[in-house]
């Protein structure tokens, strides 16, 4: 009985020593985190939150190269693992043209001129860009939403777009301004875009046309002011008209979209 009592009072010092070790540890870890500072996550929901539908989301992007070390790195990567089709179609990467805020929906390329390249963003920008010195020439807001779709017209001085906002959009397009350096020009990229940005309409739009629907995609004919545009509906648009013309109806007693002049079912 003796040893029994010895050795339960052993046990009991033992979990009274563990006890006061265990709330020595506890008062010290709060005492740590007392001395911290402690830095909160805040911030405000007018940085981030559209005050009207048509606004564009605001994204914080930093382009300074110094704080992404390995960017040219990942770029190469994705780059080669993009053009990559089970190993057969795969490339050597050149260069990345890099400038948009928003992802690349459509492009668009000069018809005579092979420095001159098109594209149209997600947040409803074109862009005009140099590809011998991998530069933005030109820029527009021109679209509220997606630019669906990029034509260069013939004679290679104007572009049509295309967007969510159910328009269409006529741009007056320079191909010296867009070869910098070449047989059309001997200024230095920035001199010619400064001299862009100076003119007060080099940024308006020459002609506007205005659709029931959004359009998802247009194309210009080759010899013709004529283009389509796809949608809800496939128009042809004039480049000297305000609207589409009216479909040619049967010349009989039905309302089908025909040419016959019979009559006919549809």
């Not at 140099?130 to 527009?140: C, E, G, K, L, P």
């Not at 006529?170 to 301004?177: I, M």
Request: hydrophobic residues 35%; positive net charge; aromatic residues 8%.
């Amino acid at each position: 009985d003796g040893c029994i009592c010895r050795r339960v009072s052993s046990v009991s010092r033992l979990f009274v020593v563990l006890s006061c070790f265990t709330l020595f540890e506890s008062i010290y870890l709060v005492y740590q985190v007392i001395q911290m500072k402690v830095k909160a996550i805040s911030r405000s929901e007018l940085d981030y939150t559209r005050q009207r539908p048509t606004d564009l989301a605001k994204v914080h992007k930093n382009v300074d190269p110094n704080l992404h070390p390995f960017e040219k790195a990942r770029e190469y990567t994705r780059a080669l693992n993009a053009v990559k089709l089970e190993k057969l179609f795969a490339k050597p990467f050149v260069g990345a043209l890099s400038g948009h805020a928003d992802g690349v929906y459509c492009m668009a390329r000069h018809p005579s001129v092979l420095g001159c390249v098109l594209s149209g963003a997600c947040d409803g920008e074109v862009r005009v860009w140099n590809m011998s010195f991998r530069a933005t020439t030109w820029n527009v807001r021109a679209h509220d939403g997606f630019v669906r779709g990029l034509a260069v017209t013939p004679s290679g001085d104007s572009f049509v777009s295309c967007g969510d906002d159910k328009t269409i959009k006529l741009w007056q397009l320079d191909p010296s301004r867009a070869v910098i350096g070449h047989e059309f020009g001997e200024l230095s990229l920035l001199e010619s875009r400064q001299a862009l940005d100076a003119e007060p309409d080099a940024k308006l739009p020459v002609t506007t046309w205005h659709g029931k629907a959004p359009f998802t995609a247009i194309d210009h004919q080759r010899l013709s002011t004529r283009f389509a545009t796809s949608g809800t509906d496939v128009l042809v648009w004039d480049r000297n008209r305000s609207a589409p013309p009216a479909p040619a109806l049967c010349c009989c007693c039905c309302s089908c979209l025909c040419c016959c002049c019979c009559c006919c079912s549809c």
